[in-house]
């Protein structure tokens, strides 16, 4: 059990999710610098450069050894990278985490991230020992809000002023999902 990876590869029915890599600079620069997809991210500038891209890969590799990581989404059969999942701001301690996810525009809609973050809620709660994970989402952003509910997430309330971002502080919604909450 000692040598089981926190944050493996994982599989599930349409998709793919596995730790991202250098090999995905370009998706994530198109990703990260794509307005529609980027509307409701205040905590981070919409990328202007590949070296954005680089750098996010390089806060995100080795994930072990970091204790956050970055999951590419891809499409079964073809490999076409679709979007990220992934956790961050893990509390060993108290046994939780925020989770994060973001999905290239053109696949809004079909449940593909529904499905990724089925397989990555799992896994967070298997192989981090999660009891609660956290996520934080823009009043505005009625997708994602909806999303999360419908995999069990209660909606706590609203972090006010969550994020400075030029020049405006935006509040965001904030949600948890417990262990022993968790039906999937």
Not at 105 to 117: I, P, S, T, V
Request: hydrophobic share 35%; with cysteine; proline share 1%.
């Amino acid at each position: 059990m000692k040598n089981q990876r926190i944050f493996p590869e994982i599989e599930t029915s349409r998709l793919k999710l596995r730790n991202v890599n250098e090999s995905d600079a370009e998706f994530i620069f198109k990703l990260f610098s794509n307005e529609k997809v980027c509307e409701f991210l205040y905590d981070e500038e919409i990328f202007t450069k590949k070296e954005d891209a680089i750098e996010f890969i390089e806060w995100n590799k080795n994930p072990e050894e970091k204790s956050h990581n970055r999951w590419v989404i891809e499409m079964k059969g073809n490999n076409e990278k679709i979007g990220t999942c992934g956790f961050d701001l893990w509390d060993r301690t108290n046994n939780i985490a925020e989770i994060g996810y973001d999905l290239w525009y053109e696949f809004w809609g079909y449940g593909y991230m529904k499905e990724a973050l089925i397989a990555a809620i799992e896994s967070g709660f298997r192989n981090m020992n999660l009891n609660r994970i956290n996520a934080y989402v823009a009043l505005e952003n009625k997708k994602s809000s909806n999303t999360l509910e419908s995999l069990g997430f209660l909606n706590e309330g609203i972090y006010r002023d969550k994020h400075l971002f030029r020049g405006k502080y935006y509040d965001h919604y904030s949600y948890s999902l417990l262990k022993n909450d968790w039906c999937y």
